[in-house]
Structure formats: C-alpha cells, structure tokens
C-alpha cells in the first residue's frame, strides 16, 4: 500500500469513529442514560481496525511521500480530524460521569450564597472597620489612642 492509501484509509476509520463519539453524545445528552450493549459492542468492533490502522500509519516514512499529491493535506486532514475524535470522546466522558452520579450530587449548586453576602465577605477591610466603628456608636480615627 502505497502512503496516500494508508493515510487516506485511516482518514476514512477516523471519519466513522467520529461519526460513532456523535452518536453516543447524543444518545447521552438525549436519552441522559448509559448506550446499549448493541452501541458498546459497534465501538468494540471498531477498535480492532483502528489498530491496524495506527499501525500501518506509524510506518510511514515522510520521504516515501510524493511532493506533488495531497498526501500532506490529508496529514492535516488525519490530524484535525483526531483533535475533534479527542473532544467529543472528553465530552462523552464527562456526560458518562455525571450520569452515573447520585441524582443529589448532579443538581448539586455549588453557588448558594446569595451575592450579597458575597460582596460583604469581600468588603475592603478599611471599609468593613470603619463600618464597625460606626456601629459602635464611635468616631474615632485609626491608630489614635483611647
């Protein structure tokens, strides 16, 4: 086989696994439940060309490529493909793992201060003591003594 075939066959494998991550994360921001078994074993089917692929791909010598074809562009084309692959694959497994959490900890609101009790909390020191002396019925300036 011939370098562009190599490349461009696995091209067309990272197109189908691309396809297949869309479809779980579908299934998993629709159904909002783990994929059947049915959906498990098309990826598992899929694993085995996937590393023949990379290892066909791995052979590839950048001198055997042909200056004057697309063999560069599907390069880029391979790897751009394989970025997506990593971010839809990082969001289905973030999808997995909130589903798999307690129902308690997936509506879990980190943020339960209301924002004012915020901006108290962050009030600039100067202003919360001279906010105390002023309660305090007091007027006194900093640093005098009493």
Partial sequence: MDPREIISSHLT????????????NTWLKTEKSAPTMDFL?????????????LVLFKKLKPELFDPFDDTKQLV????SKLLQIFYVDREN???????????DRQTFNRFTTPPEEIDKIHQNPTEEQQSTDEDAGGD???????
């Fill in 93 to 103: 497994e973030d999808l997995l793992i909130k589903l798999n959490q307690p129902h």
């Fill in 41 to 53: 074993n098309r990826k598992k089917a899929i694993l085995p060309k996937l590393d023949e692929s």
């Fill in 76 to 79: 880029k084309d391979s790897h």
């Fill in 140 to 146: 006194r300036t900093p640093n005098s003594p009493s």
């Fill in 13 to 24: 494998l990272c197109d189908e696994v691309y396809q297949l991550l869309l479809e779980e």
